[in-house]
């Protein structure tokens, strides 16, 4: 024992050897170093007199550090670090630090970790094409993208379209292959009666209905039919169908009661035929390209007319516009990876198609960076849906790294694809893959296909599910996507703050683990999965509807979850949530903040950060309000402690109206981040003596961080703000505006319902003055809803807040003023319920003949939705009655707790914490 440190002495293993020494029977170091039973060493090279080289003599030290290098122990040689690292230790004591083994490196540049994607359209040319592709070079440009599992397309030669043929490319690609793939079949105007005996051995069947690089084409409809009819429905049908044709498949699929996928769609009139066939309930699934995305009929001027073409054809802007607008509508990316030589694409007769592999997750990682897309869409259409939609089983221990702020250009010498050469050639992009570890081997890294031909392991064969029957199982984790801390580190002031990282849970045997490096139980993992707005549950209607096919297809609003949504859902079921319970598990938000969450929550308000009105709020700053409400929320439910992120603030309560849930969710807040509350009411302070709002409010300022405002006149808080030193924040001005009551209005029905977009919002009650409507109204211009307003005579929606959003919205949002709530309530998916505002009537005549009018029973909400909600800003009177609450549709409770987490972030945000 050494200054309370235990030493065990070891014996210089190069000479001397058996000399004793004064403390006990000494152990060979070479033995430890072997054994690797040292975790560090700490070795300072003598520094002696004379000009002397080192490598001239053979010290003991130097031995030592050459044995330490030669076992892979890590090792310091200088005094400094040696002093860093034994003062480290010394404050950590016997604590292990917090660190994660799964991490080899920690390193400054913004790793975001994301699931192995996957894309399910790819052409390798193999056999019959190998000088344009095969799967050595396929399989490796498909790691450098990112893509750790592919679907390979039929139109080969020969093609494959039968058992031989099957057969013969499965066994090319089980030698050749890096990366895991599932192979489709090739329909034909012959073998719809032979193949369906295969289905289980494929990702799929395509049919080709329209022109392009095959000999597959089939023109007759009645030939489709027969495919439509004898395939199996629960083995997905991809259709390559364009225009007209795409409208006609659709067709067939819906005269046979069969979900149907479209390959690459490309046109305005593609994209809104799918979302009208979604509407009703059709199961129909799409996909869209890169080159459909980021490219146009305009970019012939610098690839010229052969090299440009592809098929389907680029469309115009207008088509490529309303791709953007669809997103939503739109289940899968898929690259549609076909390539060709150099010399075949600028030949008199060029064949179509694009390389597209290694390019389109640069892509769309740029279009993230430039707020175009979230890593959420990437996810949800590059993993989970194309599971869900193909029956995809896991791939354990597989994830992808990419850098988020890399910026680069693309180059063709840089490409794995054997055609070395792309339409995006000089690009620059934002975000890069770093890493990719398939089945837990690194199989890419910085440039580098590490694995060997035949790594990759078909997912349709039985020894795939061998494989998996084999990696003990300990809990379930399925492919949810969370954010989890992965390491601390230091800001420019010193104080700590966390560096982010996406990491997801990909099948047993990743672990996920939080700050502390201890590991989180997988049902916090399986807690947020990611939720497609076009869940449907119309599966009763389309029977029978199998596996997984359809389950992120059709656009019905606010289905998500019900009696069915299991067998959607094939990888597992979507947890529920009783009524009473705190807010239920399916939110789209994320867990901690981004780097882009924190730039866009730093551009709300001006200097100072007054909250004043919800038109202040761009989407983007929403959603990450959203997800900074959420990491606060999943914080308090864990019970971890807050306290240092307002710590020394204080916040100003200024209420000139009563109010129970505003003021008590405003000081809770403020409380749980640590800082102090001080209060002012109107009543009680000198207000009763004639002191003006403006003269209050600048005094209240100079006591504290923030102020918090509620007043009963309209545009009294803006005047407040006008002279506040400090952030203010608009609590309510009379029957005006309330924007904190819409953010949190909003943030529940994403946590409640997992979108917004798509839904039928039905406000109910005084709409004249209530301010939480017109607020809520005017938020919702954001997304794609549809509005119907329930009212008294007399206590309608005020026509300059319908004209906001009429105008706002650009007539996209429709806006119905519905004369009874029995009329409304069955195609209803949040039900907005506000109470007749006595106080707001000059008689009470006038208020008695209000109200009274609608009161929401368990008796009427039979009528309604089985999966839809009931909000309520509160306070209620008789608008709804109490035995309604143990309706699991009875969100107001969990409402009022959902202000709480919103009204935390929002102080954060103003205060310039949001980093915590």
């Not at 004064?22 to 300072?44: C, H, M, P, S, W």
């Not at 719809?192 to 069947?205: C, D, M, R, T, Y």
């Not at 867990?591 to 919800?614: C, F, S, W």
Request: hydrophobic share 40%; charged share 20%.
């Amino acid at each position: 024992m050494e200054n309370g440190i235990d030493v065990e002495p070891v014996e210089w293993t190069f000479e001397n050897l058996g000399e004793g020494g004064d403390k006990g029977e000494l152990i060979d170091l070479t033995d430890y170093l072997a054994r690797k039973q040292f975790d560090l060493v700490i070795n300072l090279p003598m520094r002696s007199g004379g000009a002397r080289r080192v490598s001239a003599f053979l010290t003991h030290g130097y031995r030592t550090r050459r044995l330490a290098i030669e076992y892979s122990v890590p090792l310091v040689t200088d005094v400094k670090c040696a002093k860093l690292i034994v003062e480290a230790l010394r404050k950590i004591g016997r604590n292990s630090p917090p660190v994660k083994p799964h991490i080899d490196c920690i390193s400054s540049r913004n790793t975001i970790r994301i699931p192995g994607l996957i894309d399910i359209h790819v052409h390798l040319r193999e056999p019959g094409g190998t000088h344009k592709e095969d799967f050595r070079t396929g399989s490796s440009a498909a790691l450098a993208g990112g893509f750790t599992m592919i679907c390979v397309m039929p139109n080969t030669n020969p093609a494959i379209t039968d058992r031989t043929t099957l057969m013969m490319a499965k066994e090319i690609a089980k030698k050749n292959s890096r990366c895991d793939y599932a192979l489709f079949l090739g329909g034909t105007e012959h073998n719809f009666q032979e193949i369906p005996e295969l289905s289980s051995l494929v990702a799929g069947l395509k049919l080709y209905l329209n022109d392009t690089y095959t000999t597959l084409k089939m023109d007759d409809i009645s030939i489709w039919a027969k495919h439509f009819v004898h395939w199996p429905s629960n083995v997905p049908l991809c259709v390559h169908a364009e225009s007209k044709t795409c409208a006609a498949a659709i067709l067939v699929a819906a005269l046979h009661n069969r979900p149907v996928h479209i390959c690459h769609i490309s046109l305005r009139e593609e994209i809104e035929l799918i979302k009208e066939a979604k509407l009703r309930g059709l199961p129909i699934t799409c996909e869209v390209t890169p080159h459909h995305l980021f490219l146009t009929e305009k970019d012939v001027s610098h690839l010229g007319e052969s090299k440009i073409k592809v098929c389907p054809r680029l469309g115009t802007e207008n088509d490529q516009k309303a791709l953007w607008e669809h997103l939503d509508v739109i289940d899968c990316f898929a690259s549609d990876h076909a390539p060709h030589t150099m010399e075949e694409k600028i030949s008199e007769k060029a064949p179509p198609g694009f390389p597209g592999l290694e390019t389109m997750l640069p892509l769309l990682l740029t279009a993230v960076n430039q707020g175009r897309l979230t890593l959420e869409d990437i996810v949800a259409k590059l993993h989970t849906n194309p599971k869900k939609i193909f029956n995809l089983p896991d791939q354990p221990n597989t994830y992808v790294e990419v850098d988020m702020n890399a910026e680069w250009t693309i180059t063709e010498k840089n490409q794995f694809t054997k055609c070395k050469w792309t339409p995006f050639n000089g690009r620059d992009m934002i975000g890069s893959v770093c890493r990719v570890v398939l089945r837990g081997q690194t199989a890419y890294v910085d440039g580098q296909v590490l694995v060997p031909p035949g790594f990759g392991m078909d997912l349709k064969e039985s020894q795939y599910a061998q494989y998996l029957a084999a990696i003990p199982v300990k809990k379930s984790k399925k492919s949810a996507v969370t954010i989890k801390d992965m390491h601390p580190s230091m800001s420019k002031s010193g104080s700590s703050h966390l560096s982010k990282e996406l990491v997801v849970s990909c099948g047993d045997g990743l672990g996920l683990f939080d700050t502390s490096g201890h590991s989180v139980e997988s049902h916090e993992a399986e807690s947020k999965p990611l939720i497609s707005p076009f869940v449907s549950t119309i599966r009763n209607n389309f029977s029978p509807v199998g596996i997984g096919h359809g389950s992120c297809t059709p656009y019905v609003p606010v289905t998500l979850l019900s009696t069915t949504a299991h067998d959607y859902y094939s990888n597992g079921p979507i947890v529920s949530h009783t009524a009473m319970n705190s807010l239920p598990l399916i939110s789209p938000a994320r867990t901690t903040m981004t780097i882009q969450d924190i730039e866009a929550l730093k551009n709300i308000g001006g200097r100072p950060r007054h909250i004043l009105n919800v038109e202040m709020f761009t989407r983007i700053q929403l959603h990450a309000l959203f997800n900074l409400a959420q990491a606060f929320r999943i914080a308090v439910q864990k019970d971890k402690s807050l306290d240092n992120v307002l710590q020394g603030k204080i916040m100003a309560s200024v209420f000139y109206e009563v109010s129970t849930r505003t003021t008590c969710s405003f000081s809770a807040a403020a409380q749980r981040l640590g800082a102090h509350v001080i209060e002012m009411n109107g009543a009680t302070s000198s207000v009763q003596k004639g002191e003006s709002l403006e003269d209050s409010i600048a005094v209240m300022s100079g006591y504290s961080d923030v102020v918090v405002l509620r007043h009963p006149t309209i545009g009294s808080v803006g005047k407040a703000a006008a002279k506040c030193r400090k952030p203010l924040i608009n609590a309510g001005d009379g029957v005006g505006e309330h924007p904190t009551q819409a953010l949190l209005d909003v943030f529940t029905i994403r946590e409640e319902l997992g979108t917004v977009n798509g839904l039928i919002i039905t406000m109910v009650g005084d709409l004249k003055n209530g301010r939480t409507v017109h607020s809520l109204a005017k938020i919702l211009t954001m997304y794609q809803v549809k509005l119907r307003y329930v009212s008294p005579k007399g206590l309608e929606m005020p026509l300059d807040v319908m004209e906001y959003v009429r105008f706002k919205s650009k007539g996209a949002i429709s806006q119905e003023v519905v004369s009874s709530l029995d009329e409304a309530l069955p195609e209803t998916d949040v039900l907005y319920v506000t109470r007749i505002q006595k106080e707001r009537f000059e008689s009470e005549d006038e208020y008695n003949r209000a109200s009274g009018q609608f009161s929401v029973t368990p008796r009427l909400m039979t009528a309604a939705k089985r999966r839809m909600i009931v909000m309520h800003p509160l306070p209620r009177l008789t608008e709804i009655s109490p035995e309604f609450d143990s309706d699991p549709r009875a969100a107001y409770f969990r409402q009022a707790e959902a202000g709480m987490y919103i009204r935390m972030a929002l102080l954060a945000v103003v205060l310039d914490r949001c980093s915590f």
